[in-house]
């Protein structure tokens, strides 16, 4: 195995948490909506719209609530739940820092145009990714093998010098796929242990 030059993470369940259950859980709670309902609009062709900064918050946002079939009167929870319901892996970033002491690090992200605000405002992430590759920027969304090899590009190394975690199983296999060396999240501890091992490799 080559040696490893860039470590790449995902930022939503990974870096970045809810503060109970999933995203698509607490949305529904804080909007006493059907979680089917709000799944639904989450896997919806309007969320990657948002993602790749096509529509605005506030344009998603309507959007959601009369697909949910809600008053426009609570938009204000769902303006507060983008931030404060949601937390960074201080452990994690912790990690982060020590992996780039001797590798490139980055972000990959499906995430709307507030991603670069929140990282900085409310989640205080600055210095510790070499590179922050988002949906919102490059118009394209995982698990398109264009953003893949885009991250790749702008890291400066082929996909087999790279490491790339993620919490959802499709973009580990397409990221596989492409050549990168993939971990599936499902704790802290066990994302760190494989890193570990592959870096060690």
């Not at 590798?103 to 929140?118: E, G, I, K, M, Q």
């Not at 264009?146 to 702008?154: F, G, K, N, Q, S």
């Amino acid at each position: 195995m080559s040696k490893i030059k860039a470590v790449i993470w995902d930022l939503a369940g990974v870096v970045l948490h809810p503060i109970r259950g999933s995203f698509n859980s607490l949305l529904a709670e804080r909007l006493d909506a059907p979680l089917a309902a709000v799944e639904k609009v989450m896997d919806g062709e309007e969320n990657r719209l948002w993602d790749i900064d096509e529509i605005d918050d506030t344009a998603f946002f309507t959007y959601l609530l009369n697909a949910l079939d809600l008053p426009l009167e609570k938009m204000p929870i769902i303006r507060e739940f983008v931030w404060k319901d949601f937390y960074i892996d201080r452990e994690m970033l912790t990690f982060i820092k020590e992996v780039k002491e001797a590798h490139t690090t980055a972000l990959l992200t499906n995430f709307p145009s507030h991603v670069h605000d929140f990282l900085h405002r409310y989640w205080h992430t600055d210095g510790v990714f070499n590179h922050i590759i988002a949906s919102c920027d490059v118009k394209l969304v995982k698990p398109d093998e264009a953003i893949y090899r885009l991250a790749l590009e702008r890291v400066g190394c082929e996909a087999h010098e790279s490491i790339f975690i993620d919490d959802r199983q499709i973009n580990v296999d397409v990221a596989k796929r492409v050549g990168m060396n993939a971990i599936l999240y499902q704790n802290r501890e066990s994302a760190i242990n494989g890193i570990k091992r592959l870096l060690a490799a």
